[in-house]
């Protein structure tokens, strides 16, 4: 799981230094165009993150999570590109952000993973699209909901995938039936693709959110 994380640790700082390139060179349809794409690396292990202490908050703190003079990070200039339609003042936070995004990959070499961190870890990404993806209220400027959505499963399903082997062989039952929701769910998500992306989330009818929302839930009981 490390190596996993590692790797998509690398790919982040990357595309995070692009991103926030792109925001302090007042580049703002560049930077809206690379916001989302970035973040799924950060979704993909973010029970990583959560476990270092304000890395998270830091990193990915919405409006109203944390005190407005501390409020830094992706959401903060969401806001100013979907919302403000502007990159002034943004520089100092998008430098704040890629080195938040390099010390979350220089603490991955040593966080400690074991396998409750792993279980407790696939659970939460499948919680944190239930009560903050589902309701298109984590990229409420953006709504760029869906790229977060499918890269929270993506980090679930690959901490399944490693404990597959050991689930089989206590539980067959239980491990062929998470491995049908998780494909259920990555078929609910498909049509929803749009080129390397996804379309907008205010694009979603009520019963195909619903119908998300189900299969979510059906995935989040056997796995938890």
């Known amino acids: 799981y490390r190596t996993y ?5 690398d790919e982040f700082v990357k595309q995070t230094e692009s991103f926030t390139n792109a925001v302090k060179e007042d580049k703002i349809d560049e930077a809206k165009a ?3 794409p970035a973040r799924m690396y950060y979704e993909r292990i973010e029970p990583i993150a959560e476990a270092l202490g304000d890395l998270d908050p830091n990193i990915d703190a919405r409006e109203n999570d944390v005190d407005a003079a501390e409020w830094r990070g992706f959401h903060k200039l969401e806001k100013a590109l979907w919302q403000d ?12 952000l890629l080195k938040d995004a390099q010390l979350l990959r220089a603490k991955v070499e040593t966080v400690e993973i074991d396998a409750n961190l792993l279980v407790t870890g696939a659970v939460e990404l499948l919680n944190e699209v239930s009560s903050s993806k589902v309701t298109g209220e984590e990229e409420r400027y953006s709504h760029t909901d869906l790229y977060d959505f499918v890269a929270n499963v993506e980090g679930a399903q690959k901490i399944y995938e490693l404990l ?20 259920a769910l990555q078929a609910e998500l498909a049509p929803f693709k ?13 019963d195909e959110v619903r119908k998300l929302s189900q299969n979510l839930d059906a995935l989040a009981e056997p796995l938890s």
């Not at 994380?5 to 640790?9: S, W």
């Not at 339609?85 to 704040?96: F, I, R, S």
């Not at 749009?194 to 694009?203: A, H, K």
Request: proline share 2%; net charge negative; glycine share 6%.
């Open 85 to 96: 339609n502007t990159t002034k003042d943004m520089t100092e936070v998008a430098d704040q």
């Open 5 to 9: 994380v590692i790797q998509q640790c």
């Open 34 to 36: 690379l916001y989302a």
């Open 164 to 183: 597959k082997p050991e689930l089989a062989k206590k539980d067959a039952d239980l491990e062929k039936t998470i491995g049908e929701r998780f494909a």
């Open 194 to 206: 749009s080129g390397d992306g996804y379309v907008s989330y205010e694009e979603l009818k009520e």
